[in-house]
């Protein structure tokens, strides 16, 4: 079996993928036209976030049986037309659960107890006590929107934070466990005091987060967007940040990650929201650590090779 790789991996992929007896082509530069017309030889093929698959790039995968995205969201795969051409799609959400999980914490850390704005501060010989006092996750009320493979490490981590943790899926059904307690989306909106978002992106969620939604929070929250930046309407997290509805946000992702695309109004938003102290961001990085990068090809292969013995019975 012959796999194409058309975007940068750890280089652990080549060796485990041979344990296999996979032979794997390595283009990590290779762009969509010359992946298209390359793809016919290959029955595999490899790729992260920044590769899209549409109807068209799998019309010309002749051979293609198998579409192994390293990471989470599949939204950058047309899934329909892959399930028409019967072709498997698989993710290893397992491999960065953990990061994004620890970053979410670690995010949440800085802004409720300032430490960015006191840090440039001190750097600046300014010593202000009062001005950064913050506030504890303990004793508050934890929701986690989206309770799958990040939704539950961080239920899982926050257990030692004493905070009580709820969670609300519209996917599943009896998905309480031990680290978190299911709710009703009404339930979220009267008893948060911190929204972390773990959904993937989908016709449904995409701008899920709008001002109607936001205003909808009994208390002013934290808000924690680590999933996709189109599930959130930027402009209107704006608003409720003017507004003291959200009182802080911590953002991995947004709507627009190519600041050289930026349509006018989106510069606008984001000119305002980098003026707000209380508005934290990091450039989509929270699954990008140095354990992530290895763990997400070991889950990934472990899939691969169920699906060849799959195959094979």
Wanted: aromatic fraction near 8%.
């Amino acid at each position: 079996m012959r796999f194409l790789i058309v975007d940068e991996m750890h280089p652990s992929i080549l060796p485990l993928l041979a344990d296999l007896g996979i032979e794997a082509d390595y283009q990590p530069n290779i762009d969509y036209r010359q992946a298209k017309a390359l793809i016919s030889a290959y029955e595999g093929l490899i790729i992260r976030s920044k590769f899209f698959v549409d109807a068209g790039f799998l019309e010309a995968s002749t051979r293609l049986r198998l579409i192994a995205r390293a990471g989470s969201g599949l939204d950058n795969i047309d899934l329909v037309a892959a399930r028409r051409r019967n072709i498997q799609v698989i993710n290893a959400p397992e491999g960065n659960r953990d990061a994004v999980a620890e970053h979410v914490i670690g995010m949440l850390l800085a802004l409720m107890n300032k430490v960015c704005q006191a840090n440039q501060e001190v750097r600046q010989w300014i010593w202000q006590r009062e001005a950064n006092r913050g506030e504890e996750i303990r004793g508050k009320t934890v929701a986690i929107i989206g309770y799958g493979n990040t939704g539950r490490a961080l239920a899982k981590k926050l257990s030692g934070f004493e905070c009580r943790v709820i969670c609300y899926d519209h996917k599943l059904t009896a998905y309480a466990d031990k680290y978190a307690m299911e709710v009703s989306m009404e339930e979220v909106w009267d008893q948060a005091d911190i929204v972390s978002i773990h959904l993937p992106l989908t016709p449904k969620t995409r701008q899920l987060i709008t001002y109607d939604y936001l205003k909808r929070f009994r208390k002013p929250i934290y808000f924690v967007n680590s999933a996709r930046g189109e599930i959130v309407v930027l402009k209107d997290l704006l608003k409720a940040l003017q507004e003291g509805i959200v009182k802080g946000a911590c953002l991995d992702v947004l709507e627009c990650e190519k600041f050289e695309r930026l349509q006018p109004e989106q510069s606008q938003t984001l000119e305002l929201l980098f003026s707000m102290p209380q508005v934290l961001f990091t450039p989509h990085v929270a699954g990008w650590t140095r354990e992530s990068y290895v763990r997400i090809n070991e889950a990934l292969v472990k899939k691969i090779r169920s699906f060849l013995q799959e195959e094979n019975e």
